[in-house]
């Protein structure tokens, strides 16, 4: 099923597209028999290594594969061998350096969680770092920002990567709600209780008794209107008219 990647002659910007094909194509046909094998993997990848650049390194781990006993060393450990031994053989080392660096100081910027770590990953793949260590995870939270990594460090504490990777997500949408919250109404207490000024609702918030409210135009303060007037006010004077009441007969 599917289709085996091209043969590999040696040309180290070619390797990382040849290994990850020869991957993809072991993971399409996993259900077949033999494709879990460790050993019968290793002799598929030599197979598609061909030419004098790759041949003495390919008879090479053909010779040590045959001095093998496939009743105690076909483990899956043997295939992770390989895989590192073909990325340092083959693969540049140099762009391997540059995206570890590029990973040491990858930051997330918020709320943009996906691309962090879509980012994250690609230069994981990129610096030959697995995923499922602790090195990668503790690189990972110390891309966050402090806000978030404060939420995702919080008990119960996740046990691996895709755990950590998944309470940053939901803490991330989780700041994103509560940010949205408090934007509709400033006036929320986040303290457990609410507060709110009488008779001015929440923007964003319409309808109920406040929906039905009239708001004149005589007097206007914060973008709340009413029809409230000092006392003693007179009509169109400019000042208020305060009667002596002594004076009255």
């Known amino acids: ?22 991957q993809a194509y072991i993971w399409l046909n ?26 003495d390194w390919a008879n090479d781990i053909g010779q040590a594969l045959d001095e093998l006993n496939p009743a105690t060393d076909n483990i899956p450990a043997l295939w992770t061998t390989f895989l590192e031994e073909f990325q340092e ?23 943009y969680i996906d691309e962090y770590i879509s980012k994250f990953e690609d230069l994981c793949r990129k ?30 504490q996740a046990m691996d990567y895709p755990a950590t990777k998944e309470q940053a997500i939901q803490a991330t949408r989780t700041q994103q709600l509560l940010q949205n919250i408090l934007r509709q109404c400033p006036q929320a ?29 005589s007097y206007q303060r914060g973008g709340f209107q009413t ?5 003693g006010y007179m009509g169109n004077n400019n000042r208020p008219n305060y009667q002596n009441q002594s004076n009255q007969t």
Not at 193 to 207: D, E, H, K, V
């Open 227 to 231: 029809n409230y007037r000092p006392l």
């Open 127 to 156: 610096s030959n770092y697995m995923t499922g260590n602790s090195e990668v995870t503790y690189m990972f939270l110390k891309g966050l920002p402090k806000s978030l990594l404060e939420d995702v460090l919080k008990a119960p």
């Open 30 to 55: 996993r259900e077949v028999p033999g494709f879990t094998s460790p050993m019968k993997k290793i002799a598929l990848v030599l197979t598609l290594m061909q030419g004098d650049k790759v041949a």
């Open 189 to 217: 207490n986040l303290t457990g209780q609410s507060y709110r000024p009488p008779f001015i609702p929440c923007s964003g918030f319409r309808g109920g008794a406040f929906g039905n409210f009239q708001r004149n135009n």
């Open 89 to 111: 053989q083959y693969l540049d080392m140099q762009a391997v350096d540059q995206a570890r660096t590029e990973l040491e100081s990858l930051t997330m910027k918020m709320p």
């Open 1 to 22: 099923m599917g289709s085996l990647p091209a043969i590999f002659s040696g040309n180290r910007a070619e390797a990382e597209h040849f290994i990850n094909g020869v």
